[in-house]
């Protein structure tokens, strides 16, 4: 994990205003994050290819290159602390509407206590 932050880009006025509240969110939890410019972006990665309009740079974020590694880590970290998965058999699942769902009684994880 590197903690260099995080890039939100936008290519026009009206992406960026509509992730204003967002915006507005994130200040207001204390995040740190800057608004950068056209120009302010170009300096902090030259090498994009694309021009856009304004930036959100999270700065209190990390980023991954493999977000999969990650989650494998994390697995793997969360079955040697004796947790473990089980998943739906497929006879399980209710057919409705909006779909598919399965009684959250069969897919669960537990972690056994500390």
Do not use: C
Not at 71 to 86: E, N, S
Request: no cysteine; glycine share 6%.
């Amino acid at each position: 994990m590197r903690p260099t932050g995080w890039l939100k880009l936008y290519r026009t006025p009206e992406s960026f205003n509509a992730a204003g509240y967002e915006r507005r969110m994130l200040q207001k939890a204390g995040v740190d994050m800057q608004v950068l410019s056209t120009e302010e972006l170009q300096q902090l990665e030259p090498g994009l290819q694309q021009t856009y309009h304004r930036a959100t740079w999270i700065k209190d974020a990390a980023s991954v290159d493999n977000p999969a590694q990650v989650t494998l880590a994390y697995r793997k970290l969360f079955i040697a602390a004796g947790g473990q998965f089980r998943l739906p058999i497929s006879a399980t699942f209710q057919r409705h509407r909006r779909g598919l769902s399965y009684p959250p009684q069969i897919v669960s994880s537990t972690l056994k206590s500390w």
